[in-house]
């Protein structure tokens, strides 16, 4: 680029959420910090939102908060800035973890490289270039060398696929664009759609306020006890002094947080020691609590009985009216091979006299009217109706950029009948263009900061090298992209996720093509492939328009 073309930058990266900002950080620090100009890309971010934040940003719902435990759900990448920042809570609140990532934007000056409102809404590889051309809502164009989305996993909003909702003239509104206050809802009768970690951290808080709520219950989840709490001053100030090994150690984990190891199956022991155990793990909760506590829960539908049913138990003992508490039961999945839930209160919310549960299994929405969602048992009245549907997961953030790729192919008809890239960072036809912990990378079944954090650091790497070998084109081949995937699949197979629908593999959103999304193999094990595959001088990928891997 030349120092006059303003409209031409080295690396545009998409959304100023965890990815971003890194990303932002990491390609721009190191003139700063050494002087060397060895990280000295020109950059520009652009966030489709008024200020950084992403998925965090946007879900401001009543009780939002990370299920992973926010001393590992942060960055790593500086000793200070983990030495300095103090969490108030074992699960920090959302307007927690945002102002952590305004005090990230602030302290390394990162506001600077983004434009903010500005979404981009296509891009398209220009061959002869060697650029992508980004459109940009404000109707400008850039154009890049590089394009990094860092549009996130869940932040594209599952399409309102609900019958007749757009005849309701009540408040409406969706747990991930929250744009009311939980004061609006006092006093209204509020119809709450969808049971997954989003509503069942919003419901018990809507119940409290409202005069009454009902529940629109598809699939029931398992919900054990987030059993969040304030951090003691003891534990943060162990957790300090100990930071760089506990980071070490998440790095090289199963799930990017300390492993809690397991060896023996769940039939390895008898009746009451598996009782025992699972009430340990239970008051224990968060991903190491109950679906952790067997080797195979994951692997054997019979073992996975044993705990799916230890939690039936479990809701069957705290509600009170034995109907609703079958309902709540969760019967057509086993545990953890859908998104497990954490709550609060959950379950007891439904022993409130202004609580009450409809399972659409039993009686779907047939439509809504003006003031009713009306089911095809009953007519339910409704001054709100609270949205809390889930996320086109991954693939809808990365369709909404209208990518063009090499051949002229769009990235949605390229993976029409499944996802395919190469570890999930990249694909194959859509060349200089990457993914921050993109679907089939660890990202879905990990503390994702620390797979955004690792990917960051691959793909800034990468290309590092290229620059250094001076080459102006960056590609996955076909052959180590279809290895990637078999890889995936293979990793998944002997799983339960394989065998049950979920966002995890697409089967939330209508014609979704059913690609399970993620690597399911470690953190850790992930990371040392792709440390191998920098080290090795990047098997599988083509550089300045090679054909073939290069066989180093
Ligand atoms: P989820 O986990 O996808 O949950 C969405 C919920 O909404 C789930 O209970 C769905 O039932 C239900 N749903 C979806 N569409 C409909 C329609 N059309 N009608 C009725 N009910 C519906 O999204 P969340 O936002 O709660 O959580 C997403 C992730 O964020 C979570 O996994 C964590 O990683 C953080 P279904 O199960 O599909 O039958």
């Keep these: ?294 080797a195979d829960l994951l692997l054997d539908i019979d073992a996975n009985r044993t705990a799916s049913e230890f939690i039936h138990e479990k809701i069957r003992g705290i509600v009170t009216d034995a109907a609703t508490a079958e309902l709540l039961v969760p019967k057509y999945h086993p545990l953890g091979a859908k998104r497990s839930c954490f709550g609060t209160d959950y379950y007891e919310t439904f022993n409130r006299p202004n609580v009450s549960l409809v399972s659409l299994r039993d009686e779907p929405i047939e439509t809504m009217t003006d003031d009713c969602i009306v089911t095809s048992e009953h007519a339910y009245y409704a001054d709100a109706v609270v949205l809390a549907i889930g996320f086109d997961a991954f693939t809808g953030p990365l369709y909404g950029l209208n990518l063009t790729g090499a051949s002229g192919r769009k990235l949605q008809d390229t993976w029409h009948d499944g996802v395919h890239t190469y570890l999930g960072m990249m694909t194959a036809d859509f060349p200089n263009f990457f993914m921050v912990a993109g679907p089939q990378s660890p990202a879905l079944a990990s503390n994702v900061v620390m797979s955004i954090e690792q990917s960051v650091d691959w793909i800034a790497d990468l290309i590092e090298h290229a620059r250094d070998e001076r080459a102006t084109l960056v590609q996955a081949t076909v052959e180590a992209e279809d290895d990637w995937v078999a890889i995936t699949e293979e990793t998944v197979a002997p799983t339960l996720y394989a065998t049950t629908d979920s966002w995890y593999r697409g089967s939330n959103v209508t014609g979704k093509a059913n690609t399970f999304m993620g690597y399911v193999g470690g953190v850790g094990k992930y990371r040392r492939m792709c440390t191998e595959i920098a080290k090795r001088g990047y098997p599988g990928i083509a550089f300045d328009g090679e054909a073939t891997a290069r066989n180093l």
């Design 1 to 294: 680029t030349t120092d006059d073309d303003t409209t031409t930058v080295d690396v545009i990266v998409v959304g100023a959420g965890f990815s971003g900002l890194y990303l932002a950080h990491r390609l721009t620090r190191a003139n700063e910090a050494t002087g060397d100009g060895s990280a000295n890309w020109s950059f520009a971010g652009f966030e489709a939102g008024p200020s950084v934040g992403g998925t965090w940003f946007w879900n401001t719902y009543p009780g939002a908060r990370c299920d992973v435990e926010s001393i590992y759900y942060s960055y790593s990448f500086d000793e200070q800035l983990q030495q300095e920042w103090t969490w108030s809570q074992r699960f920090a609140p959302q307007a927690e973890i945002l102002r952590y990532i305004n005090h990230v934007a602030d302290r390394f000056d990162l506001r600077r490289h983004f434009t903010f409102n500005t979404r981009v809404t296509a891009a398209t590889w220009n061959a002869d270039d060697r650029l992508w051309e980004v459109s940009l809502s404000t109707g400008e164009t850039r154009r890049a060398r590089y394009l990094i989305s860092g549009a996130g996993g869940l932040s594209t909003p599952k399409d309102f696929d609900v019958p007749g909702l757009t005849n309701f003239t009540g408040l409406r509104v969706s747990t991930s664009r929250w744009n009311i206050d939980l004061n609006d809802l006092t006093g209204k009768r509020v119809a709450v759609i969808g049971t997954g970690s989003s509503g069942v951290q919003a419901i018990p808080l809507i119940a409290e306020v409202a005069e009454h709520v009902t529940v629109f219950q598809r699939t029931p989840n398992y919900v054990m006890p987030a059993r969040n709490s304030a951090l003691p001053d003891d534990t943060v100030d162990a957790v300090k002094s100990n930071y760089a090994a506990i980071r070490e150690e998440c790095r090289h984990s199963l799930g990017g947080i300390p492993d809690y190891v397991v060896t023996d199956n769940a039939f390895d022991v008898d009746d009451s020691e598996r009782a025992r155990r699972y009430e340990e793990a239970y008051e224990r909760s968060g991903f190491n609590g109950v679906g952790g506590e067997f």
